[in-house]
């Protein structure tokens, strides 16, 4: 079955430090790959995709993601974290074709120390 | 509308009462998702329409629970006879035909008691 796996439920790390979100995914072919980010009391907003291309992508606010198809991972990261990054990071799949369904790891939750 | 507006932000109802969460979709979108958030369960997808297809319920967790989408656009989904597990936010989102990025609404807070 189709699935999205983020092994950490939880980090903390300092402000100022680099942070790495580890994501992979379980898909026959290689599937189309977001980031999202949920700050507390919002909604889901879209940090990144992967569609193709280049295997390092940019997103907003600092952050990007690396595509390792040998790994089946799709790992997001930031060099210096803000105090403002604290929040819930899901990962998210989707197959391509006509089929639209996404879906979504149990998300990693982030806390930033001062 | 600019964005995914969902309806209302938050609602208490009783347990066995049937409740009703709207969703108005960014408009053209042809894909409109609901999901479910419970408190560290992540997004539990729940159902999506695409286009005219017949919409994928696979993830409906009972037959309390039902969704339609009227005309390809403002989606309902109902709780019948809710519980109390049924507390959760509900979450919308709508994507194009072209372009598969998902826009989520801010959510319905479903609190039963």
């Known amino acids: 079955a189709q699935s999205v796996t983020q092994p950490d439920i939880h980090i903390t790390v300092s402000e100022g430090a680099s942070l790495e979100l580890r994501c992979n995914y379980s898909y026959g072919a290689t599937p189309y790959l977001f980031w999202y980010v949920q700050s507390p009391g919002q909604g889901l907003q879209l940090l990144l995709k992967y569609f193709s291309g280049d295997t390092l992508v940019q997103g907003i606010k600092g952050f990007e993601a690396e595509f390792k198809r040998s790994q089946s991972s799709f790992n997001l990261r930031k060099p210096s974290v803000h105090w403002s990054d604290a929040a819930e990071y899901f990962c998210?799949?989707?197959?391509?074709?006509?089929?639209?369904?996404?879906?979504f790891g149990k998300g990693t939750l982030l806390t930033v120390n001062p | 509308g600019a964005g995914v507006s969902q309806s209302p932000s938050n609602k208490v109802t009783e347990k066995g009462k049937d409740v009703e969460l709207r969703c108005d979709p960014i408009s053209g979108h042809t894909a409109l998702y609901w999901y479910r958030q419970s408190l560290g369960q992540g997004l539990e997808f729940l159902i999506y329409f695409q286009g005219n297809s017949a919409p994928d319920k696979s993830g409906l967790p009972s037959d309390r629970f039902s969704a339609e989408r009227t005309g390809g656009s403002v989606s309902t989904l109902t709780i019948q006879r809710t519980q109390q597990e049924d507390s959760a936010v509900y979450l919308c989102a709508s994507s194009s035909q072209a372009n598969t990025e998902a826009f989520f609404g801010q959510g319905t807070r479903l609190t039963v008691v």
């Open positions: 998210a799949a989707w197959s391509g074709g006509s089929n639209y369904k996404l879906t």
